[in-house]
T-cell receptor, first 116, second 113 residues
């Protein structure tokens, strides 16, 4: 049981390049989300998905696209990288609750992205 | 915009002492959660407290919630060097998607051996 797997762990991009950050989970969690973490700013929500085929925007979605074709995978695409997208990116999942039960998030180990 | 704000931003204590971190938030919540992040790692869920609860315990952790003051505190008792990490509070709203969490900027805790 690997939990939440993010690849790559590190990436350097040139301004204007595009790339996809991968997130895969093997826990059958229906909820998946992407956050970015910048120094002194905590984590900010980029996009999230409540199930396969359903995605929505978070607080800072500009410059990013997502899709959710399967329960297991939730890739994050940077369309045209900018230095402002230099950050650490985390994928997080949540198990469905029931009868008032709420679960905490399970995080991946992150992707450290530098845009030069 | 950040919902939760932790205080202090940094805290340094001796091993064996208790560590208290505070979190304030702005809008009504469904629940509040605390997470730990070791350097260079992902966040790990510690404890969740619902809006109708006032106190919760888990091992050496004690969380309190005061919805009238929109604040929460995390107490770590008998701290250990391994508790050195950043601690974040996160809130789930009562409206919209209760599954979306908004994180604060964190408290960096250093436990000196």
């Amino acid at each position: 049981n690997a939990g939440v797997t993010q690849t790559p762990k590190f990436q350097v991009l040139k301004t204007g390049q595009s790339m996809t950050l991968q997130c895969a989970q093997d826990m059958n969690h229906e909820y998946m989300s992407w956050y970015r973490q910048d120094p002194g700013m905590g984590l900010r929500l980029i996009h999230y998905s409540v199930g396969a085929g359903i995605t929505d925007q978070g607080e800072v979605p500009n410059g990013y696209n997502v899709s959710r074709s399967t329960t297991e995978d939730f890739p994050l695409r940077l369309l045209s990288a900018a230095p402002s997208q230099t950050s650490v990116y985390f994928c997080a999942t949540q198990q469905a609750g029931g009868a008032g039960v709420v679960h905490g998030y399970t995080f991946g180990s992150g992707t450290r992205l530098t845009v030069v | 915009s950040q919902q939760g704000e932790e205080d202090p931003q940094a805290l340094s204590i001796q091993e064996g002492e208790n560590a208290t971190m505070n979190c304030s938030y702005k809008t009504s919540i469904n629940n509040l959660q605390w997470y730990r992040q070791n350097s260079g790692r992902g966040l790990v869920h510690l404890i969740l407290i619902r809006s109708n609860e006032r106190e919760k315990h888990s091992g050496r952790l004690r969380v309190t919630l005061d919805t009238s003051k929109k604040s929460s505190s995390l107490l770590i008792t008998a701290s250990r060097a391994a508790d050195t990490a950043s601690y974040f509070c996160a809130t789930a709203p009562t409206s919209g998607s209760a599954r979306q969490l908004t994180f604060g900027s964190g408290t960096q805790l250093t436990v000196l051996p």
